[in-house]
């Protein structure tokens, strides 16, 4: 039997169905034309379905189970999307809604960033790792824990929002209400505040040349393309943020000593270069810094597809 496994995002609704082999066989796509009402995404949604299952050239009735990953907030219990800002989602009971547009195939939900991190342990990076955690650098920090090879929920599945943990006490506030988060000194969005910060203070930096002069037009990439060409005010950025994120990292390594650590997410494409000099910082801060078995910190693998295999794998 095949999986269905959807990544439910603010731009698009993408389908992949997943066979016994762990293998996306087939794919399905939809705008997802925010905001508008629920009902018509879960039209679309089924329709992504439908289309993935034609591109794998099976019919629906061969679907065992179908995976939504959706931003926000998850009940599993009712299978409500309790609220989701990005989406325009206040209470909807989307599993309802969903196996009603699906002829009754049983409908699984959790948040996106959840499903990256289980999909990431089983198909991507992690396969083997019991315990292991997702950490995904975009907008914002995005993460998801695994514990026995299972998404750890809590108790109002909404566990594991490891961005919004306090790295510096009255730091910059952040949209969580608090101040100080993980976030807002390691998300893409916060690199991209640093390397606008120091061009602002050395005109000469070559971080200028690299967005031909518009300050706006930094990106993620900036800082490290600068390094990389020799320049110091670049260097000094990089080496900033990896500290601020060696800070998380370490109180991750501390809290739960998972197995391994997965470093996703569009600052998570630079690799090595942003490997390297990260497990030097989080192996001289954290506590079992003595210990002979230590977690192991390394790239996503699956990158947009986490979410689709980890969405897919929900009914296990």
Known sequence: MYRAGVDLGGTNIAVGIIDENLKIVG????????????????????????????????????????????????????????????????????????EARLEGKPVYLDNDANCAALGEAVCGCGQGVKNFVAVTLGTGVGSGIIVDGKILSGINYAAGELGHMVIC????????????????????????????????????TVMWDLCDGNINDV????????????????????????????????????????????????????????????????????????????TEIVSAQLGNDAGIYGAALLDE
């Not at 992504?48 to 065992?64: H, M, P, Q, Y």
């Not at 988060?181 to 602002?200: G, H, P």
């Not at 260097?235 to 996703?264: H, R, S, T």
């Open 27 to 98: 794919r399905g796509k939809k705008k997802t034309n925010c905001p508008r009402p629920a009902e018509f995404i879960m039209d679309d949604i089924a329709e992504a379905v439908r289309l993935a299952c034609e591109d794998a050239g099976i019919n629906l009735s061969d679907i065992k189970s179908i995976g939504i990953g959706t931003p926000g907030s998850v009940n599993k219990s009712n299978g409500y999307i309790e609220f989701a800002n990005n989406l325009g989602f206040d209470q909807v009971p989307a599993k309802e809604m969903l």
């Open 219 to 294: 990106n993620g990439k900036t800082a490290f393309d600068g390094m990389r060409k020799g320049d110091r005010a670049a260097q000094k950025v990089v080496d900033k943020y990896i500290f601020y994120l060696a800070e998380g990292i370490i109180n991750i390594i501390n809290a739960l000593q998972p197995e391994m650590i997965c470093i996703g997410g569009g600052i998570g494409h630079e690799g090595e270069n942003l490997l390297v000099p990260l497990r030097k910082y989080v192996g001289r801060g954290r506590y079992s810094i003595h210990a002979k078995k230590q």
């Open 169 to 204: 006490v009255d730091g910059e506030q952040c949209n969580c209400g608090r101040r100080g988060c993980w976030e807002r000194y390691a998300s893409a969005t916060a690199l991209i505040a640093q390397t606008k910060d120091a061009m602002r203070h050395d005109t000469n």
